[in-house]
């Protein structure tokens, strides 16, 4: 398992317009900001509601295969604790507010 790179944030970008994950993401309710961990949790749900195809499955068990290094029979056999517990291992979550809280300094 590794870090997410910049080639798997542009394909997570692909897939979420695949899934039209921007419509997804708008219908969340955001306003328990105190429980963060259910927002992520609604939206890990709505990603997979997103999948009603085979098709769809294999896309998303492909984009998780190259952060996991797993296979994709690997990944598609995953209970959804341990997925959720390796997607916060290779997307470290303080790493990413960090990127997203505090502007690149462009001097």
Request: aromatic fraction near 8%; glycine fraction near 0%; charged fraction near 30%.
């Amino acid at each position: 398992m590794r870090k997410l790179n910049i080639d798997d944030v542009l394909n997570a970008i692909a897939l979420s317009d695949k899934f039209d994950m921007v419509k997804v993401i708008y219908s969340l309710n955001f306003e328990d900001k105190e429980n963060i961990e259910k927002i992520g949790f609604n939206a890990v749900l709505a990603l997979l509601r997103q999948a009603t195809t085979e098709e769809m499955r294999v896309e998303l068990f492909t984009f998780l295969s190259y952060p996991l290094e797993m296979t994709i029979e690997e990944v598609r056999k995953l209970s959804l604790p341990r997925l959720a517990k390796l997607v916060l291992e290779v997307a470290d979550i303080e790493e990413w507010k960090e990127v997203f809280t505090h502007p690149l300094d462009l001097k």
